[in-house]
């Protein structure tokens, strides 16, 4: 019931913003980049994530980060992040530049709920190498939650990271901040991982997912999310909860992408060649399919499949 009221008080929350056939997103999650040290897990996909933003740049997507992009938790002061991984940093002020960037806030990077704390982190930097202030993401506003409604059919997607009544990491969430910075960081580089998130916990992940699809059932909406780390794209006949995935896996990162009125779920990863040779390839896993296919509204025989409780 807590989730139900957190992911509804999100909901009507929201940024709204409207699209169409004409439309392109990439969503992305669960990135954590961090200080490029042995615990930064986004360390070994930076290359991967850099070749897939010249991508989406190219191509003119809007691109959204559904929450945990930076490791805050683990490292509060976000200089030490952009110097990390500035390569990622320049690449995503193209898509600032050209109003195309959306960042939603996750349990890991809550601290961008402050707005104090995002003009003095991310609208600036200082440049060491030309010693002077320059523009980063200046007049950026990070949102809880993001619905995107059709133009034409006024169909809504919600879009949130996903950790709102997940007791440790919403509620609680300052204790498992303490309990990663100053515990479980160091055992994660020796093999140990943190309990408390779902991305290491099965059952926790399935308690979570469930109460999604509860929300779904009751509201009668697609929901983009991220925070459990595992990529689900609906089959038929399956409510329509789709996860981005994550940044960090060993085998790449995974996102959800939305073009021509479709929606499909991507993979990139590094790849061999006929001549052995590596190289960056997109994979298109699941879809693509109508948006509109997932339209509660339109399928009364889908809802009978699963009837709304009130």
């Not at 929350?13 to 997103?25: G, H, I, L, P, Q």
């Not at 996909?45 to 929450?67: D, R, W």
Request: glycine letters at 6%; one cysteine or more.
């Amino acid at each position: 019931m807590f989730t139900d009221k957190r992911l509804t008080e999100a909901y009507k929350r929201a940024k709204v913003e409207y699209f169409d056939k004409n439309s392109k997103y990439i969503f992305f999650s669960d990135c954590h980049r961090g200080d490029d040290s042995v615990s930064d897990e986004f360390a070994r996909n930076q290359i991967v994530f850099l070749c897939a933003l010249e991508y989406y740049n190219n191509n003119k997507y809007i691109y959204v980060e559904v929450g945990d992009g930076d490791e805050l938790w683990e490292y509060p002061d976000f200089k030490v992040i952009r110097l990390a991984h500035s390569d990622v940093f320049l690449g995503l002020k193209k898509f600032s530049d050209d109003k195309r960037l959306r960042i939603i806030y996750g349990n890991h990077n809550i601290y961008l709920k402050s707005k104090n704390y995002v003009r003095k982190n991310y609208f600036n930097y200082y440049n060491e190498y030309n010693q002077s202030q320059q523009e980063l993401f200046t007049g950026i506003v990070p949102y809880e939650a993001i619905v995107l409604k059709n133009k034409t059919t006024n169909q809504e997607l919600f879009i949130v990271h996903g950790h709102q009544g997940d007791l440790m990491n919403d509620q609680l969430w300052i204790i498992s901040m303490f309990m990663l910075r100053y515990f479980w960081r160091y055992l994660h580089v020796v093999g140990f991982h943190n309990p408390a998130s779902p991305a290491r916990n099965l059952y926790k992940r399935h308690k979570i997912e469930k109460t999604y699809k509860k929300w779904i059932r009751k509201h009668k909406r697609m929901l983009i999310c991220g925070h459990t780390h595992r990529p689900r794209f609906p089959k038929s006949g399956e409510l329509p909860y789709f996860n981005t995935g994550c940044s960090i896996h060993t085998k790449g990162i995974t996102g959800i992408e939305i073009i021509d009125g479709k929606i499909l779920m991507v993979d990139w990863r590094i790849r061999t060649d006929e001549k052995g040779g590596l190289k960056i390839v997109r994979t298109v896993m699941r879809g693509p399919e109508p948006i509109e296919k997932y339209n509660i509204k339109n399928f009364p025989a889908f809802m009978r499949q699963f009837p709304i409780q009130i």
